[in-house]
């Protein structure tokens, strides 16, 4: 058997004394889901609001083109 560097660790594979206790590990995973939760959301929210850009983009451009074909007061598209 080894010991783990001075931790009072006696096994053979030195990761499983990195482990620890299962209270830490299961805090420890908890620790992760919310981190990784609002990681997602944040991310969510980035995703929302580059399509929301694009979406007002496309609109302008849109408008733009529309405007530059039928003039910027419509008269050109007016039927009369």
Do not use: H
């Not at 209270?23 to 620790?31: C, G, Y």
């Amino acid at each position: 058997m080894l010991s783990w560097q001075g931790t009072g660790c006696q096994v053979a594979v030195p990761a499983v004394c990195a482990i620890g206790d299962p209270e830490a590990l299961n805090d420890s995973a908890k620790k992760f889901q919310r981190s990784s939760r609002a990681l997602k959301n944040v991310m969510w929210w980035k995703n929302v609001k580059m399509w929301l850009l694009i979406i007002a983009i496309v609109a302008v451009l849109i408008w733009l083109i529309s405007s530059f074909v039928c003039g910027f007061d419509y008269s050109k598209c007016k039927s009369s």
